[in-house]
Nanobody
Framework: QVRLEESGGGSVQAGGSVKLSCVAS?????MGWFRQVGTNEREGVAT????????YCTGSVKGRFTISRNSDEDTLNLQMNSLKSEDSGMYFC??????????????????WGQGTQVTVSS
């Protein structure tokens, strides 16, 4: 069982930046960030497999968000810049030993953190 703990959420004004971090209890090949708004389904934001195989799941975050990981420390980061109100939501860190096919699909991930809230005010 892999344990994940997120940190770094909060409230920020539109145009600002937030960095999310996630610490894992052990290494897994793939990790990712997912966002949930209210009771909607969790949607992929960005995932990374190995050290540098990144996938940005929605066009709206490309060029604004950067996912990275430090495999030596089992940490995952998401740098979010130029934030918009539509970026608001609960952000979850997720991990899985490996992913075949769509790495942005939440159902492919086995382990989840508790989530951290990001609220962007306009």
């Amino acid at each position: 069982q892999v344990r994940l703990e997120e940190s770094g959420g909060g409230s920020v004004q539109a145009g600002g930046s937030v960095k999310l971090s996630c610490v894992a209890s052990e290494y897994t090949i793939c990790m990712g960030w997912f966002r949930q708004v209210g009771t909607n389904e969790r949607e992929g934001v960005a995932t990374i497999c190995y050290d540098d195989a990144t996938m940005y799941c929605t066009g709206s975050v490309k060029g604004r968000f950067t996912i990275s990981r430090n495999s030596d420390e089992d940490t995952l980061n998401l740098q979010m810049n130029s934030l918009k109100s539509e970026d608001s939501g609960m952000y979850f860190c997720a991990a899985v030993e490996r992913v075949e096919g769509d790495s942005c699909a939440a159902e492919k991930f086995s382990y989840w953190g508790q989530g951290t809230q990001v609220t962007v005010s306009s």
